[in-house]
Nanobody, 120 residues
Framework: QVQLVESGGGLVQAGGSLRLSCTASARTFSRYAMGWFRQAPGKEREFVAAISRSGATKSYADSVKGRFTISRDSAKNTVYLQMNNLKPEDTALYYC?????????????WGQGTQVTVSS
């Protein structure tokens, strides 16, 4: 069982930046591929970014490429999502996810989410 706790959300003006953090309870954090997802009001949850167990492989949704960066720190059991040049359409509840498969298409463990609101 892995528990995930997100933090770092908030209210920011368009063009601003936020860094989300997700800390995992797993003893062997490096076993887990990690991902960030988001869900806006009235919309389905969508993929944002993912990072492999080693951190060597990263992937992004087209809508955030060049603006968001995912990274991980195994010493802190934490994955980050650096979000720059934020847009109002980035407003959503952001979730962290973990799975012990190398390149999961679905994730087994989910956090409770952290709200990001971007004002125009």
């Amino acid at each position: 069982q892995v528990q995930l706790v997100e933090s770092g959300g908030g209210l920011v003006q368009a063009g601003g930046s936020l860094r989300l953090s997700c800390t995992a309870s797993a003893r062997t954090f490096s076993r887990y591929a990690m991902g960030w997802f988001r869900q806006a009001p009235g919309k389905e949850r969508e993929f944002v970014a993912a990072i492999s167990r080693s951190g060597a492989t990263k992937s992004y949704a087209d809508s955030v490429k060049g603006r968001f960066t995912i990274s991980r720190d195994s010493a802190k059991n934490t994955v980050y999502l650096q979000m720059n040049n934020l847009k109002p359409e980035d407003t959503a509840l952001y979730y962290c996810a973990a799975d012990d498969r190398a390149y999961p298409d679905e994730y087994e463990y989910w956090g409770q989410g952290t709200q990001v609101t971007v004002s125009s």
